[in-house]
């Protein structure tokens, strides 16, 4: 699909092909959302930043606030790979609030996976950013009441500390 993205150009990328590339996303399959978020890494590196924020951002952001967790997790999913794409002002700005938000989702997977992310995201953040936004969050999920949660909060406040 990138490839074929970038011979026709973004315009009729976003006009015909877009809505196409975000229903992957939600697809019932798991090979099909996590395809469909390593495309999404390669039309950002074909179309460039200011396109993911205005285009494919918002998307998946808004993706964090539905019902079903497989789709959380795809955001979640779709952030790790988005964000040493875009950097880190558009990582900051715009998706760390969204995982920060997902900290205190209702569903353990969701939970840890929030935390891996943070682990993930981390280098592409400022050290400022990470001291005073990441590392409280890893801090909470740490004494989190979930095993696994807990776990992964450990693993990522030592990723993060290397």
Request: net charge neutral; with cysteine; proline share 5%.
């Amino acid at each position: 699909m990138p490839l074929l993205a970038g011979q026709l150009g973004v315009e009729f990328f976003d006009e015909k092909l877009n809505a196409l590339c975000m229903t992957w996303l939600v697809d019932h399959v798991y090979a099909i959302r996590e395809a469909a978020t390593l495309n999404l890494k390669k039309l950002v590196e074909k179309f460039g930043a200011e396109w993911a924020q205005n285009t494919v951002i918002p998307k998946v952001l808004a993706m964090s606030r539905e019902k079903n967790y497989l789709h959380r997790m795809t955001c979640l999913f779709s952030i790790n790979l988005l964000a040493p794409v875009c950097g880190p002002e558009i990582t900051a700005r715009l998706m760390l609030p969204t995982v920060i938000a997902m900290a205190c989702d209702s569903v353990a997977n969701v939970r840890f996976n929030v935390a891996k992310t943070l682990q993930k995201i981390g280098p592409v953040l400022d050290p400022g950013c990470v001291q005073t936004q990441v590392k409280p969050i890893l801090d909470k999920l740490n004494a989190d009441s979930d095993v696994d949660v807990k776990y992964f909060a450990s693993e990522a406040i030592t990723g993060i500390a290397a």
